[in-house]
């Protein structure tokens, strides 16, 4: 229930404490996971922080020493354990805490199975899809490196990138890589190294260890903040046999240090026999190439047409020569044909022309009309007439018609 509280009716400070440990004091007996820092064993009692691995929170606990002992020597700074614990509130002093009752270690067997559990649901929500993972570039002009400092797994990308491609840039971000503060540094080194416009590949680097000084590296948060990089991430976590979270969710997985740094850059040595190689077969593609078309000239060369091009030319000559006589003598022999025909068909005119008839005698006679007067009953006496003879026309009148 809500406290009824105004400007003018205010609650003193003990009521506010007593009514936060009433609550708090509700929440009875707890069990509480978290990974143990600062712990500190002051007469026969002992202090520690226990830290939450995923999210940036902590709660101080509070216990007898016979607790702490029982759990066994495990139980040290950086150990995961399980606290059976009652909270409490004191209120002179408005700090909360909670007061240990049984302390128990994670055991592998269980972070083995935890992990398990993490990585399906990190699998059912597709961050190791083969898909998302990003190739590296060929040659990054900087590469951002989150290693320990002065750490072999450090020694080991920058000695042998070095030697593979001696002008190749790091930025080096220096974190712890195991312990309750590995998670926070590595994230905030991935955030610093992923902001730089310049840093084209991210290595994340560790040598060896127990599976306990790897869980940082199977971190949820570290994980997700790899998945949501912008920049292409390396993975290079211990040794072969090791296989953290990180491994999955990285875009190249290196099995060491030494491994990521090859496949980070190239070998100077073998790029140069490279191009000396594609150098030479370009060279050798060129010669082929040229031999071909030096073959391919002196073949056109060869031909008699460019062998002895005036030659060629007089028999085109010639030909053209022949070509113009047969053409003379084709229309030739037309215009002598078509001016037979001419003379045959003209004959012929002037053999059925009604002036040919005229010229041995024969007259026409019309009527004014124009019309041929075929029988003499066609006319009457008196009718005027046209009498067209060879030499001309003559006006006749008809006058006494007689009967043939």
């Given at each position: 229930?809500?406290?009824?509280?105004?400007?003018?009716?205010?609650?003193?400070?003990?009521?506010?404490?007593?009514?936060?440990?009433?609550?708090?004091?509700?929440?009875?007996?707890?069990?509480?996971?978290?990974?143990?820092?600062?712990?500190?064993?002051?007469?026969?009692?002992?202090?520690?922080?226990?830290?939450?691995?995923?999210?940036?929170?902590?709660?101080?606990?509070?216990?007898?020493?016979?607790?702490?002992?029982?759990?066994?020597?495990?139980?040290?700074?950086?150990?995961?354990?399980?606290?059976?614990?009652?909270?409490?509130?004191?209120?002179?002093?408005?700090?909360?805490?909670?007061?240990?009752?049984?302390?128990?270690?994670?055991?592998?067997?269980?972070?083995?199975?935890?992990?398990?559990?993490?990585?399906?649901?990190?699998?059912?929500?597709?961050?190791?899809?083969?898909?998302?993972?990003?190739?590296?570039?060929?040659?990054?002009?900087?590469?951002?490196?989150?290693?320990?400092?002065?750490?072999?797994?450090?020694?080991?990308?920058?000695?042998?990138?070095?030697?593979?491609?001696?002008?190749?840039?790091?930025?080096?971000?220096?974190?712890?890589?195991?312990?309750?503060?590995?998670?926070?540094?590595?994230?905030?080194?991935?955030?610093?190294?992923?902001?730089?416009?310049?840093?084209?590949?991210?290595?994340?680097?560790?040598?060896?260890?127990?599976?306990?000084?790897?869980?940082?590296?199977?971190?949820?948060?570290?994980?997700?903040?790899?998945?949501?990089?912008?920049?292409?991430?390396?993975?290079?976590?211990?040794?072969e046999q090791d296989s953290p979270l990180l491994d999955l969710v990285a875009d190249v997985r290196a099995s060491t240090p030494t491994d990521a740094a090859k496949k980070t850059v190239p070998d100077v040595r073998e790029q140069l026999q490279l191009v000396r190689q594609l150098r030479d077969r370009g060279r050798r593609c060129l010669a082929g190439g040229l031999e071909r078309e030096l073959h391919w000239l002196r073949n056109v060369r060869s031909r008699p047409a460019l062998a002895d091009p005036v030659r060629e030319i007089e028999r085109q000559s010639e030909q053209v020569l022949a070509l113009r006589d047969r053409a003379r003598r084709c229309v030739a022999s037309a215009l002598d044909r078509a001016g037979d025909e001419l003379s045959h068909t003209r004959a012929r005119l002037v053999a059925l022309s009604p002036a040919a008839t005229l010229d041995r005698g024969y007259a026409i006679v019309q009527r004014e009309d124009d019309a041929v007067v075929r029988e003499p009953a066609d006319v009457k006496d008196g009718d005027r007439l046209h009498v067209r003879l060879s030499g001309g026309r003559l006006a006749v009148t008809v006058s006494g018609c007689e009967e043939p």
């Open positions: 229930m809500a406290m009824e509280t105004t400007a003018e009716a205010p609650v003193p400070v003990r009521t506010v404490l007593q009514a936060v440990g009433g609550w708090i004091g509700r929440l009875g007996r707890i069990w509480v996971e978290g990974q143990i820092t600062d712990l500190n064993a002051r007469g026969g009692t002992v202090y520690m922080t226990l830290r939450d691995p995923v999210a940036n929170m902590s709660v101080r606990v509070v216990g007898p020493r016979g607790v702490f002992e029982a759990a066994g020597p495990a139980v040290t700074d950086g150990a995961r354990v399980v606290v059976h614990a009652k909270p409490d509130f004191w209120i002179n002093r408005g700090t909360f805490s909670l007061s240990a009752l049984e302390v128990r270690p994670v055991g592998v067997g269980e972070l083995l199975a935890r992990l398990e559990r993490l990585k399906q649901v990190l699998a059912s929500e597709g961050l190791f899809r083969p898909e998302r993972k990003r190739p590296l570039p060929f040659l990054p002009g900087k590469i951002g490196l989150i290693c320990g400092r002065d750490s072999d797994a450090e020694h080991d990308v920058l000695q042998n990138a070095r030697r593979r491609w001696p002008a190749v840039a790091f930025r080096v971000e220096n974190t712890a890589v195991q312990g309750s503060y590995a998670v926070g540094e590595v994230m905030e080194a991935l955030r610093k190294l992923d902001a730089d416009p310049e840093i084209e590949v991210i290595v994340i680097a560790r040598g060896g260890g127990a599976m306990e000084d790897l869980l940082p590296f199977s971190d949820e948060a570290l994980v997700r903040a790899v998945s949501a990089a912008r920049t292409p991430v390396v993975s290079a976590i211990g040794h």
